[in-house]
């Protein structure tokens, strides 16, 4: 536990001789919902630990947007949930108030696979890497389109992009639309994200990796949509 817990405030913590003060984003992991054995750090950004935690903020607009940086492998899943789902549960989507894309590459919903990645063919593969295009650009230099995951199959080190348009769930990988979409989420949801066994997960707002789908944005919060 201590292993894994160096490792999440791995690049957290400030020399001990200087104080840093950082204006925390509004928008962010709700450590009031989360389970009991879930640590969130990184000003809200990042949880560790074991278990399940909720964003602060549910998604009201018509068409959301956010991100999910997998800083480090293990036990996770992603997606959206109401505040009624068990958070002490090291997975989502195992209840019927969450929809979760999991680390054994399948989408959940009250423990049921509603869809399971494959790994992409060949020449997917290589389109997917060509879709890439504009976004590559605005990745650090030393990144090249080999070095971004297209296979289909999310691994450590990806980002996971999560669009909801209160019709359709969809999940992205590096900036490609897995095409799984996900109907019939209920309820007020809100951004969700489970680990244990290891895992580190930090939830990206704004100043996304890739480019957002057409038509949908990042979270806003309530007063923001009047």
Same mark, same amino acid.
């Given at each position: 536990?201590?292993?894994?817990?160096?490792?999440?405030?791995?690049?957290?913590?400030?020399?001990? %001789?200087? =104080?840093? !003060? !950082? /204006?925390?984003? +509004?928008?962010?992991?709700?450590?009031?919902?989360?389970?009991?054995?879930?640590?969130?750090?990184?000003?809200?950004? !990042?949880?560790?630990?074991?278990?399940?935690?909720?964003?602060?903020?549910?998604?009201?607009?018509?068409?959301?947007?956010?991100?999910?940086?997998?800083?480090?492998?293990?036990?996770?899943?992603?997606?959206?949930?109401?505040?009624?789902?068990?958070?002490? =549960?090291?997975?989502?989507?195992?209840?019927? /108030?969450?929809?979760?894309?999991?680390?054994? #590459?399948?989408?959940?919903?009250?423990?049921?696979?509603?869809?399971?990645?494959?790994?992409?063919?060949?020449?997917? /593969?290589?389109?997917?890497?060509?879709?890439?295009?504009?976004?590559?650009?605005?990745?650090?230099?030393?990144?090249?389109? %080999?070095?971004?995951? %297209?296979?289909?199959? +999310?691994?450590?080190?990806?980002?996971?992009?999560?669009?909801?348009?209160?019709?359709?769930?969809?999940?992205?990988?590096?900036?490609? #639309?897995?095409?799984? +979409?996900?109907?019939?989420? !209920?309820?007020?949801?809100?951004?969700?994200?489970?680990?244990?066994?290891?895992?580190?997960?930090?939830?990206?707002?704004?100043?996304?990796?890739?480019?957002? +789908? =057409?038509?949908?944005?990042?979270?806003?919060? /309530? =007063?923001?949509?009047?």
């Amino acid at each position: 536990m201590f292993c894994c817990l160096k490792n999440c405030l791995n690049g957290v913590l400030p020399p001990q %001789t200087v =104080q840093i !003060r !950082r /204006e925390q984003d +509004p928008i962010q992991l709700d450590t009031s919902h989360m389970g009991h054995e879930v640590v969130v750090i990184k000003g809200g950004q !990042r949880a560790c630990g074991s278990g399940g935690v909720i964003a602060n903020t549910p998604l009201l607009q018509s068409k959301s947007y956010f991100e999910v940086k997998l800083q480090q492998g293990g036990q996770w899943s992603v997606g959206l949930a109401t505040q009624q789902t068990d958070l002490n =549960q090291t997975k989502g989507g195992f209840d019927k /108030e969450s929809w979760c894309l999991t680390s054994d #590459n399948a989408i959940y919903h009250n423990a049921k696979p509603l869809h399971k990645l494959e790994k992409r063919p060949e020449q997917q /593969e290589n389109n997917a890497k060509l879709e890439l295009g504009s976004d590559l650009a605005r990745l650090e230099s030393s990144v090249s389109s %080999t070095l971004v995951n %297209t296979t289909g199959i +999310p691994q450590e080190g990806d980002t996971i992009g999560v669009a909801y348009d209160h019709v359709e769930l969809n999940f992205y990988l590096n900036g490609t #639309n897995l095409n799984v +979409p996900v109907l019939n989420v !209920r309820g007020t949801v809100f951004p969700c994200l489970y680990v244990d066994d290891g895992a580190i997960l930090d939830i990206v707002l704004d100043n996304f990796s890739y480019s957002v +789908p =057409q038509g949908f944005e990042r979270i806003l919060i /309530e =007063q923001s949509l009047l």
